[in-house]
């Protein structure tokens, strides 16, 4: 049999990677991703696998972040019971962040339920419980950065650093082909390289297919060093501070809050930016801090670049929900840090939603923001924002330092790419929305990557490895449209039809105003084109 590689997420969107590699004797997947974003993308997350459960006799973890490791415990539930290899910290990372992400969805169905019950709706299940998330952990099996393990029978993995987040890894993945061995190289998401807080990304070179991703690869960023980085982060504090009130920060829990957190707090006692309190509300992020004070050792530096954040007397953990809801009456300059990063979920979007609409407020948004997500609304410049149903007035100071970003920038990606020449049978780029995709084929070509042997695999798609290069498998059916995952999708369209129509209510001059455009906009709905019935069936199988 020729080896076959699928993807089944991270292909035209960010989110949700998932590789099916298929041998003769063996099925693996790297990763297993929570998809996140518009609802129709993440409603993928409650559909049945792609693929048999049954037949995958292992997992290949590159980290811990949900849009890689999310989906394990519903894996769990299908019936896959095989290992899943990752590093320490990744275990130890994923025990918290995937306990978290249960949680979550139990908080969230109940809330649900009681609200489909009042419609008269029937109840509805979480992708999996708390009980899932502990269980899955039991199946864990901690690998070592450049020692192979052989995972299957004909599949032999190879873990390296990829300097994202404290034991991310690439993945070097050898097996068997029909014509001879292949080696292909997962990069899973790579770091930008030159950072004081994770290990250099790093790979073997000469394989034959490179699974690239993609995040960023349309643009470039201002190379910056620790102390440009630093600079930069308390001239945002300053300005925050002169606006007279709080600084509230979205950040990941993982790495993102431990970096930003260190250099605020080192700005601080240096004198560089105002001092004042610094609040962590994020339960997840506390203890994945208590992880990096473990495990955060970083070998080149010789030192933990996290031991500030355990001995800071200006730095608070907000661990119970009433300890956040006390922020609430805290007036003036002050820091709140809290998840998550895209403002999608947890205790930021109620912290948004009491801020946004004041002017001495200042949001400084620090990572990617996915298409379709509160945090990307805000960086494009929304001025009306829907948060739990409510509609919020943007009136705070947004900002954004992508300066922190865990991710390589384009230059970074093709230097990485670069360096694991030959690459000679194919390149994939995945993990990244069709722009920035496009954007990286166009600069891997200019660096002298031949433009026939690159490809953006689009959902589900399937390609035959051979050494001579990689075929489309014909057959399969995809669960979303091409363009669908990388795109605002029905739910914004309502979000932003509701806040368009109130705020044009709102500026008529006068009632008989408002009751013409009503009149005028119930007209158009009632007499309009009528609904395609089947269409309307097969949209709402997706979403609901």
Same mark, same amino acid.
């Given at each position: 049999?020729?080896?076959?590689?699928?993807?089944?997420?991270?292909?035209?969107?960010?989110?949700?990677?998932?590789?099916?590699?298929?041998?003769?004797?063996?099925?693996?997947?790297?990763?297993?991703?929570?998809?996140?974003?518009?609802?129709?993308?993440?409603?993928?997350?409650?559909? !049945?696998?792609?693929?048999?459960?049954?037949?995958?006799?292992?997992?290949?973890?590159?980290?811990?972040?949900?849009?890689?490791?999310?989906?394990?415990?519903?894996?769990?539930?299908?019936?896959?019971?095989?290992?899943?290899?990752?590093?320490?910290?990744?275990?130890?990372?994923?025990?918290?962040?995937?306990?978290?992400?249960?949680?979550?969805?139990?908080?969230?169905?109940?809330?649900?339920?009681?609200?489909?019950?009042?419609?008269?709706?029937?109840?509805?299940?979480?992708?999996?419980?708390?009980?899932?998330?502990?269980?899955?952990?039991?199946?864990?099996?901690?690998?070592?950065?450049?020692?192979?393990?052989?995972?299957?029978?004909?599949?032999?993995?190879?873990?390296? !650093? &990829?300097?994202?987040?404290?034991?991310?890894?690439?993945?070097?993945?050898?097996?068997?082909?029909?014509?001879?061995?292949?080696?292909?190289?997962?990069?899973?998401?790579?770091?930008?390289?030159? #950072?004081?807080?994770?290990?250099?990304?790093?790979? !073997?070179?000469?394989?034959?297919?490179?699974?690239?991703?993609?995040?960023?690869?349309?643009?470039?960023?201002?190379?910056?060093?620790?102390?440009?980085?630093?600079?930069?982060?308390?001239?945002?504090?300053?300005?925050?501070?002169?606006?007279?009130?709080?600084?509230?920060?979205?950040?990941?829990?993982?790495?993102?809050?431990?970096?930003?957190?260190?250099?605020?707090?080192?700005?601080?006692?240096?004198?560089?930016?105002?001092?004042?309190?610094?609040?962590?509300?994020?339960?997840?992020?506390?203890?994945?801090?208590?992880?990096?004070?473990?495990?955060?050792?970083?070998?080149?530096? #010789?030192?933990?670049?996290?031991?500030?954040?355990?001995?800071?007397?200006?730095?608070?953990?907000?661990?119970?929900?009433?300890?956040?809801?006390?922020?609430?009456?805290?007036?003036?300059?002050?820091?709140?840090?809290?998840?998550?990063?895209?403002?999608?979920?947890?205790?930021?979007?109620?912290?948004?939603?009491?801020?946004?609409?004041?002017?001495? &407020?200042?949001?400084?948004?620090? #990572?990617?923001?996915?298409?379709?997500?509160?945090?990307?609304?805000?960086?494009?410049?929304?001025?009306?924002?829907?948060?739990?149903?409510?509609?919020?007035?943007?009136?705070?100071?947004?900002?954004?330092?992508?300066?922190?970003?865990?991710?390589?920038?384009?230059?970074?990606?093709?230097?990485?790419?670069?360096?694991?020449?030959?690459?000679?049978?194919?390149?994939?780029?995945?993990?990244?929305?069709?722009?920035?995709?496009?954007?990286?084929?166009?600069?891997?070509?200019?660096?002298?990557?031949?433009?026939?042997?690159?490809?953006?695999?689009?959902?589900?798609?399937?390609?035959?490895?051979?050494?001579? #290069?990689?075929?489309?498998?014909?057959?399969?059916?995809?669960?979303?449209?091409?363009?669908?995952?990388?795109?605002?999708?029905?739910?914004?369209?309502?979000?932003?039809?509701?806040?368009?129509?109130?705020? &044009?209510?709102?500026?008529?001059?006068?009632?008989?105003?408002?009751?013409?455009?009503?009149?005028?906009?119930?007209?158009?709905?009632?007499?309009?084109?009528?609904?395609?019935?089947?269409?309307?069936?097969?949209?709402?199988?997706?979403?609901?």
């Amino acid at each position: 049999m020729t080896p076959t590689l699928a993807f089944h997420g991270a292909a035209g969107c960010v989110t949700g990677f998932c590789a099916e590699l298929a041998t003769d004797r063996s099925r693996v997947l790297i990763d297993c991703g929570m998809f996140q974003g518009p609802k129709t993308l993440k409603a993928l997350n409650y559909q !049945p696998f792609p693929f048999d459960v049954s037949a995958i006799g292992a997992v290949l973890l590159t980290h811990a972040h949900i849009d890689h490791s999310g989906l394990l415990p519903k894996l769990m539930r299908a019936g896959f019971e095989g290992p899943i290899y990752a590093t320490a910290a990744t275990r130890d990372l994923c025990e918290i962040m995937l306990a978290d992400s249960a949680g979550i969805q139990e908080s969230e169905v109940s809330r649900l339920n009681r609200r489909n019950q009042r419609r008269g709706r029937p109840p509805v299940e979480p992708i999996y419980t708390s009980r899932d998330a502990k269980r899955v952990i039991r199946q864990f099996r901690t690998v070592k950065f450049g020692e192979p393990v052989e995972v299957c029978p004909d599949v032999v993995a190879t873990y390296s !650093p &990829a300097g994202h987040i404290i034991g991310a890894a690439s993945i070097t993945v050898d097996l068997q082909g029909e014509d001879g061995p292949l080696r292909a190289l997962f990069s899973g998401d790579l770091g930008p390289g030159g #950072g004081e807080f994770v290990t250099e990304p790093e790979a !073997p070179a000469g394989v034959d297919y490179l699974i690239l991703e993609s995040t960023y690869g349309d643009r470039d960023r201002i190379a910056t060093d620790p102390a440009t980085r630093r600079r930069a982060l308390a001239a945002e504090m300053r300005e925050a501070h002169a606006a007279g009130g709080p600084l509230l920060i979205p950040a990941f829990a993982v790495e993102r809050s431990q970096e930003l957190l260190s250099d605020i707090l080192m700005l601080m006692d240096d004198g560089e930016a105002p001092v004042g309190d610094v609040f962590l509300d994020s339960p997840l992020a506390i203890k994945a801090t208590e992880i990096f004070l473990d495990r955060g050792w970083n070998l080149s530096a #010789g030192r933990n670049p996290f031991d500030r954040l355990g001995r800071a007397g200006n730095l608070r953990f907000l661990r119970k929900p009433s300890e956040s809801d006390d922020l609430e009456r805290l007036k003036g300059w002050h820091v709140i840090m809290a998840a998550s990063g895209m403002c999608d979920a947890g205790r930021i979007r109620k912290h948004l939603k009491r801020l946004l609409w004041r002017r001495d &407020a200042t949001a400084l948004i620090s #990572g990617f923001q996915a298409v379709g997500t509160l945090g990307r609304l805000l960086v494009e410049g929304a001025e009306r924002v829907s948060i739990e149903g409510e509609e919020v007035r943007v009136r705070a100071r947004i900002r954004t330092l992508d300066s922190y970003s865990a991710h390589a920038d384009a230059s970074g990606l093709v230097r990485w790419a670069s360096a694991r020449r030959p690459v000679a049978a194919g390149l994939f780029l995945a993990h990244g929305e069709p722009e920035a995709a496009e954007g990286l084929r166009s600069r891997l070509v200019t660096a002298g990557f031949p433009a026939d042997q690159i490809r953006i695999p689009a959902l589900d798609d399937r390609f035959r490895l051979r050494r001579a #290069g990689a075929e489309t498998q014909p057959g399969g059916t995809a669960r979303l449209s091409p363009d669908a995952a990388a795109r605002l999708d029905w739910h914004n369209a309502r979000a932003r039809l509701l806040l368009t129509l109130n705020a &044009a209510l709102e500026d008529a001059p006068d009632d008989a105003a408002r009751e013409a455009l009503i009149h005028r906009l119930l007209e158009n709905l009632e007499n309009g084109p009528p609904i395609d019935r089947d269409q309307g069936e097969a949209g709402r199988s997706r979403t609901d």
